[in-house]
């Protein structure tokens, strides 16, 4: 999927494309976990807030520079 494909969804559908990627990482901000998952050639991120067990919102992108917030979070085995 593009990034241009993914825009063109309809709202409800962007979350649930998103979820069907293959999970990379986690990170924390503002005290919420966001998930990042990668959707082939684009990335997608979901912020959610456990406590209301509710998506506050997502995005996707194509730009492997904002990938940056998540390079603490990545082990590797040696």
Do not use: C, S, W
């Amino acid at each position: 999927m593009t990034l241009e494909q993914y825009n063109a969804l309809h709202e409800p559908e962007k979350a649930e494309v998103i979820m069907q990627g293959n999970f990379l990482a986690e990170r924390e901000e503002n005290g919420l976990p966001v998930q990042l998952y990668n959707l082939g050639k684009i990335y997608g991120e979901i912020y959610y807030d456990p406590l209301a067990n509710k998506i506050l919102r997502y995005r996707a992108f194509d730009d492997i520079r904002q990938l940056g917030p998540y390079l603490a979070h990545i082990r590797f085995n040696r």
